[in-house]
């Protein structure tokens, strides 16, 4: 059964710095999205892409942040300069279009720890 | 705005008694609702959601638009059943708002 994948699983990274997630959402997919989770807070939405654009996106996602789907099998969520408390777990989902199915699929998730 | 709210963050039961996870929403549209599942160590994973009416592994949840509540419920808990349980509310831009979770244990 395909499944959404991401890398890394944990990235650590010095505050300041540049992150990249990769995600690879399941191939026949069209919505793709972003969410967080902070350590012992609520999974929260990001950022939502379709059709190589962003369909929305939430308060959290500020200037710092961007996404692309560079290659057509590759969704990607840039930190430009890491905060402490970017320190998250980060999750990829995609979604098929249409059809009475709403259902998103996550990924494992990323664990940024920002020092 | 949208909200979801877990009032519960950690439920004990015994094995074989019934479980209610508790959910309530506040959303001024028509609302799309769900319940996510963590199994230890794995990810995120629909368990089911208010438009199909199905039950999932023994578990139903019942749109109730007067309470505004979607409350998750299985007659006899099974030990495999322990797990992180979330719900969440579907926005216009098809985004999901998920509550604080309430996680699971079943006792043997």
């Known amino acids: 059964e395909p499944e959404v994948t991401q890398t890394p699983s944990h990235q650590v990274t010095q505050m300041g710095q540049e992150v990249i997630l990769r995600c690879v959402p399941i191939s026949n997919h069209l919505y793709f999205y972003w969410y967080r989770q902070i350590l012992g807070q609520k999974v929260e939405f990001l950022v939502s892409?379709?059709?190589?654009?962003?369909?929305?996106k939430s308060e959290i996602f500020d200037d710092q942040f961007s996404v692309e789907r560079p290659d057509g099998s590759n969704f990607t969520l840039k930190i430009r300069s890491t905060k402490l408390e970017d320190s998250a777990m980060y999750f990829c989902?995609?979604?098929?279009?249409?059809?009475?199915?709403?259902?998103?699929?996550f990924g494992p998730g990323t664990r940024l720890t920002v020092l | 705005a949208q909200r979801v709210t877990q009032p519960e963050k950690l439920l004990s039961v015994f094995k074989g008694a019934p479980v209610e996870l508790k959910c309530n929403y506040s959303y001024s549209g028509s609302p799309e609702l769900f319940w996510y599942v963590q199994y230890s160590r794995q990810r995120l994973q629909l368990l089911l959601r208010?438009?199909s009416r199905e039950s999932i592994k023994g578990f139903t949840a019942d749109l109730n638009k007067g309470e505004t509540s979607f409350h998750l419920k299985k007659p006899f808990a099974q030990e495999e059943d322990s797990a992180m349980y979330y719900c969440a509310l579907m926005g216009g831009a098809n985004n999901l708002f998920f509550g604080t979770g309430t996680r699971l244990t079943v006792i043997p």
């Open positions: 989902a995609s979604r098929a279009w249409g059809g009475v199915s709403n259902e998103q699929f």
């Open positions: 208010h438009i």
């Open positions: 892409f379709y059709n190589n654009e962003i369909s929305e």
